[in-house]
């Protein structure tokens, strides 16, 4: 704090942590904030659970039918590597700005989703599997109650890394396509007014919401377990 107190003192386009700490608290006792907030939510929230579903469904078919492995493969590795900013605005061409932040999140969230589906599958523990082998377990009964917790598990890890990375791909989708609304357009009038300390509470606010998220979604998988 004192760091920045300091660099604020020479440097005019930074704002002192006061005065971020203060806009801060205006943003929300702002009923609009709490819009903002509910518009780039539902994409975030929306997208992560179609990635979750997504992920999981395909890599099931990936693992049982082995064939089917490689020709998804190529979709992951596409979507692993591609970056944020190439996606969106490969997408803005064919979708609307509504709607590309849920496709972004999806893209974005998909591949880490099916890679510790997969992991966590092949997770299961040799000696119950040769087990319920021996005695005759059905095919379903194995699935349910050898294979499906440790696929929780992997899942529990990835939703906690992935809900921050779908954070920063919804807003960054929302600045590159200019979507109404959310918190993407007010970075992006702040940035362009150079209101430095509406910029930084904003930021600090996405940080807070982005945090709160992770919690909230690492509970839900804990209590699934």
């Known amino acids: 704090m004192s760091l920045w107190e300091l660099a604020a003192s020479y440097t005019p386009l930074l704002p002192r942590p006061e005065a971020v700490f203060l806009r801060l608290l205006k943003l929300f006792a702002t009923g609009e904030t709490y819009a903002v907030l509910l518009r780039s939510v539902v994409p975030i929230y929306g997208g992560f659970l179609i990635a979750v579903v997504l992920g999981t469904a395909l890599a099931t078919v990936a693992f049982f039918v082995p064939f089917w492995r490689e020709t998804i493969g190529v979709a992951v590795s596409f979507f692993r590597t591609i970056p944020v900013a190439g996606l969106t605005i490969l997408l803005v061409i064919f979708a609307s700005s509504r709607i590309l932040p849920w496709i972004v999140v ?35 009964a194995i699935f349910l109650h050898i294979r499906v917790p440790r696929l929780l598990d992997y899942l529990a890890v990835a939703a906690k890394t992935s809900m921050g990375i779908a954070w920063k791909a919804a807003v960054a989708a929302e600045v590159i396509a200019m979507t109404r609304g959310g918190f993407g357009e007010e970075l992006y009038y702040a940035k362009l007014t150079l209101d430095t300390e509406e910029l930084f509470a ?22 699934s377990q």
């Open 106 to 140: 999806v893209g974005m969230l998909f591949p880490i989703f099916y890679e510790a589906s997969l992991g966590g599958l092949a997770a299961a523990d040799a000696r119950e599997l040769e087990m319920a082998r021996l005695y005759h377990f059905q095919p379903r």
């Open 202 to 223: 904003w930021i600090f606010a996405l940080i807070l919401f982005a945090k709160l998220s992770e919690i909230i979604v690492s509970r839900a998988f804990r209590r």
